[in-house]
């Protein structure tokens, strides 16, 4: 039995999902639910005994307690966390409270366990935290891709909320000898993810013949992995990476956001045309967001030599599977759609010129 935070989110979820795809053994996940948490995600688990749902925080020592007390699992992955970089400029306090101290609870909380655990349980566990390139701040163009020892230079609340985790799971290892690992990945794109980030928000927008909102020039570049293929590199990484080790995680696929937005157009073209002309029509340059980091890039040669993981989809194996989700899937996004969610976009775009 393994338990998963945040499983109920959009990695989350896909990680929940491929698992249980690959192997009986069963999930605990725990997850508070937030505004990007869905459980409709995981319904086609609802009667599926491999998978027990709590709904709780990671900050609430006593329900960590009593879950790792109760069903005693030989590894956690945390995903749980306030996971946008816009709402944190708009109110950083949850993303200090969860990914900071949520994370330094379920520290506390697992090592607690694992040192009652008997010599080769302890050996044989493992503490995944799931963390974010973002750590490592922003590149200029001719930069070499972050490795594992490119020095932490986080420049939004988010993201120095995720370097904060990571130096305590770090020091968790360090001082206590918690068998840790750490993974910083790149942007991830795929089904269930919540259309507040730049891929999902361009389609569900284009397909409401809504203007296509691009921060700036356009030209701030991300490096995109298909989300399964994170998947993959957790799974992996929980069967042989060591503990203490970080790895980077990415698909090698640096792109400007720019170019991505056009070719989500160019796919709704050629899959849902539009009468009134090219999607591409309704892209709007809109005020930057403020502090925009302008590059990531990861090099994730350590985890392909070590552990012998690689991707499986190239970017436009993906972003074709991953358009063609949201348009099989209309209810979803309706369901998502809530009032707070309009609040939200009123919040973020009304003002931008
Ligand atoms: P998400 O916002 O879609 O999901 C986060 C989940 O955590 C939600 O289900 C939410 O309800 C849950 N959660 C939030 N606070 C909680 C708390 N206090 N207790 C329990 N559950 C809580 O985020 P995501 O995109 O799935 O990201 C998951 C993890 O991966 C995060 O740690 C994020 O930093 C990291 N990450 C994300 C990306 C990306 O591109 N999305 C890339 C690299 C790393
Ligand atoms: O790099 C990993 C990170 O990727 C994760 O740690 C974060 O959890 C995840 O949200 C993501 O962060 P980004 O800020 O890169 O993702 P987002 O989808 O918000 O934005 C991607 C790029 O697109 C970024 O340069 C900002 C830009 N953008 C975003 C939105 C929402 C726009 O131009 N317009 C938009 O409306």
Redesign the pocket.
Known sequence: MILVTGGAGFIGTNFVLDWLEQSDEPIINLDILNYAGNLENLGILAADERHTFVRGDIGDSVLLNSILERHQPRAIINFA?E????RSIHGPEDFIQTNIVGTFRLLEAGRAYWNGLNEKAKQDFRFLHVS???VYGSLAKDEPAFNETHRYEPNSP??AS?AASDHLVRAYHHTYGLPVLTSN????YGPYQFP????P??IVNALAGKPL????D?Q?I??WLYVKDHCSALRRMLEAGIPGETYNIGGWNEKP?ID?VHTVCALLDALRPLTIGPYRSLIAF?TD?PG??RR?AIDAGKIERELGWKPVETFETGIRKTVQWYLDNPAWIGNVQSGSYRTWIDK??ERRA
């Not at 996971?83 to 816009?86: A, E, I, K, R, T």
């Not at 909102?213 to 700036?216: D, M, S």
């Open positions: 966390a996971s946008h970089v816009d974010t390139d973002e988010y993201s995720k990945c790149s942007n991830n507040e980030k730049l891929i928000l361009i909102p691009v921060y700036g356009g701030q991300r490096d956001n991505i809109v967001r925009h980091d990531y973020n775009y």
